[in-house]
């Protein structure tokens, strides 16, 4: 008898289907994966199709998508608030790898999104600083630039999720109020040393140029650390929706922190205790009390695919896929299940993985057509594992609307549909 030391391509891993992450991790195949959109009998030679007949449209100054997927659009139900107060959402079921295409990032607007003439656009620093400072986009354009790829995650981002009783909702209604792109701008350190720190400044508050006049306070230490002035997303200048002409990245900090349409930068001795930052914004625990400035994003996963309006066409083999987070610091490991917990194996992590950025990652599944409970598990490097629902109630209760970070299920049926559990 030889026993085995590793489980070998396509061997179960976990309850339920749950197969061997070495199927992607030495590029194996399982036998029969593919076989449910292959016709193996038929050596015809493929048709052709008309648009193979007559020449295509020619150039366009820019590019959209294919009419084809004219549905990967995000997701906003009518609002009972004014127009433009209020989110849209993601459809993170329907994008893949970890980058968010700027026309698909969630927005979050409190007055709409103002439509700036960045020539008349300007920044300024000032209170607890030697040399106040006024910036046009042009000057701050000629300051050494740098780039890096980050998460930013609504605080409210699955609140749906602390109901009494599982919506039937998708994960772009769920969770769809994150996205991740690659900025590009100038650190805020940069002009903080210029404008010279006087030694008892601890905050900065940052306000926007929107008709909210939306304003956060900033702990200076993070101002030091990593944040940036963008002036540019996923390679050209940020969308309007997303702060044009320049915006302020906090990474891994919660989203309303990293204020769009930024206009002013006061250096304080204490917080400006905004409406953002009491009545808002804050997490509201079970025994009547909360916390204030709470602001990396905890430990995160969801499962993307399969997850509700994604149907399973039948018994068979499918790739289980989804993205993780920490505003802490990188992913280092996924688990999925496939039996709502009773069992975990671990997921295949896939392309870059990023300080306080998502990863992408996959299990394989062998479903046997029975019901399932999907479930992905996350565990940053600082050791931070991602809680059940249980856990998250018992240590804060399901009456606050931030922050929500627990395990997420999804429930497949015999039909092959998706629906969004509590388990």
Known sequence: MVRKTHPEPGDPAAGNGILSRRIFLEGALVVGATGAGLSRGSAEPLAVQPWMKVPGPGFA???QPSPFESKVVKVFPPPPNPAGVGAS??????LEGMITPSGLHFERSHSGVPEIDPD???????GLVKRPLVFTVESLSRYPMQSRIAFIECGGNSQALNAPQAQPLNVAAIHGLLGCSEWTGVRLSTLLDEAGIEPEARWVIAEGADAAAMS???PLTKAMDDALLCLYQNGERVRPSNGYPVRLLLPGFEGNMNVKWLRRLKLTAGPAMTKDETSKYTILLKDEKAWQFVFPIEVKSVITRPSPGLVLRGPGFYEISGLAWSGNGSIRQV???ADGGQSWAPAALRGLILPKAPVRFRAAWQWNGGPAVLQSRA?????MVQPTRAQFAEERGLRGVYHYNAIASWHIDEKGEASNVYA
């Open 61 to 63: 100054g820019y590019g």
């Open 120 to 126: 008349r656009h300007r920044l300024v620093i000032h």
């Open 335 to 337: 688990e999925v299940s």
């Open 216 to 218: 956060r306070s900033i």
């Open 89 to 94: 959402r993601t459809p993170l079921h329907m």
């Open 379 to 383: 565990t940053d490097d600082t050791g």
